[in-house]
């Protein structure tokens, strides 16, 4: 990060979920990446759009490093990364080097990543971001990972904002054992744990995703109502990495509180909960591979340390 890109951080404070702020967020992260892209992209083989079901939408890209010989001697770790965009908006690629600076980022680092899109609204309707996240893990296990060198009982998922909350149901809800499919540890990234239906995007964004008129059915369906409700002594062992950015929205600081609370409450511990420095709700993605890189760095020591 440049000092000039990390004084404009802490000037936009924590409104960085506008249109406006988040153009010229990726402005200024996406020249620092495409400089490096020769050098990034060494020794990493790239698929684009990889389908995963019938949607436009149910897609990812595939970035693994090059095998030579007979594959790894062993198995690759794989990483799937779901993208923000407030159920409404957002891709796995949002700049000619964004996400791809995350999926070139692990590829260089022995892991395969998939930087996954899901259904948005209108087309999404609850629980279709789990039932995505399924499908994905599915093709991903089953048929790619055995292919590429990988492990599909090794999968790591990072899930930043929106995509965290997909995450997040999945682990919650049946999804997974259902259809037996694995998700080895996850990371939850700036994401919207409990709504601020005061807000009219939100509120709009969130009654059309569920379907319902009803507040109070929309608020049920929060991870923070949801890990109360139904959260299982298997989700309190599950290894799971809580990540918010100093200058994250009020909404997203307000529901990782909550969680926390609710999470200690339940299981009488705390879950693993770091702020990163220096950084708001897009940034802590779009810096990964750079100088300011927090969650590229800290994922693979968070993979290093599973068992």
């Known amino acids: 990060m440049t000092s000039a890109v990390a004084a404009r951080i802490v000037e936009m404070g924590n409104g960085s979920g506008s249109p406006a702020i988040i153009a010229e967020i990726t402005a200024m992260y996406e020249p620092l990446h495409a400089i490096k892209i020769d050098q990034v992209s060494r020794g990493v083989q790239v698929q684009k759009n990889v389908k995963y079901g019938p949607s436009d939408r ?33 891709d796995s690629s949002v700049s000619p080097s964004m996400y791809d600076n995350i ?30 996240v399924v499908l994905a ?35 919650l809800g049946h999804w997974l054992d259902e259809a037996n499919v694995k998700l080895r540890a996850a990371v939850l990234l700036s994401t ?60 997203i600081a307000q529901g990782y509180f909550l969680f926390v609370d609710a999470y200690r409450t339940k299981y009488k511990r705390f879950p693993r909960f770091e702020v990163v ?9 779009y810096a990964v591979g750079l100088d300011d890189d927090y969650l590229g760095e800290r994922v693979i020591k968070f993979i290093s340390q599973l068992k």
């Open 58 to 90: 149910q897609r990812f890209d595939l970035f693994y490093p090059k095998i030579e010989g007979k594959g790894p001697e062993t198995p690759f770790h794989t990483v799937i990364f779901l993208h923000s965009g407030g159920f409404r908006n957002g």
């Open 103 to 132: 999926g070139y980022y692990f590829a260089q680092r022995n892991c395969i990543c998939a930087l996954m899109t899901y259904r948005l609204l209108p087309e999404a309707a609850y629980p279709s971001g789990a039932e995505d």
């Open 137 to 171: 893990l599915k093709l991903l296990g089953n048929e790619l990972l055995p292919k590429l060198g990988g492990d599909k009982d090794d999968i790591v998922a990072i899930g930043h904002s929106a995509g965290g909350t997909h995450v997040v149901h999945t682990l």
């Open 192 to 251: 919207p744990l409990y709504y601020n239906l005061s807000k009219a995007h939100r509120r709009g964004n969130m009654l059309e995703y569920h379907r319902t008129e009803s507040e109070d059915e929309v608020m049920a369906l929060t991870a923070v109502e949801l890990l109360k409700s139904q959260g299982s002594e298997a989700f309190g062992t599950r290894d799971l990495l809580l990540l918010v950015a100093e200058y994250d929205t009020d909404e």
């Open 277 to 285: 420095k220096g950084h708001n709700h897009l940034s802590t993605a």
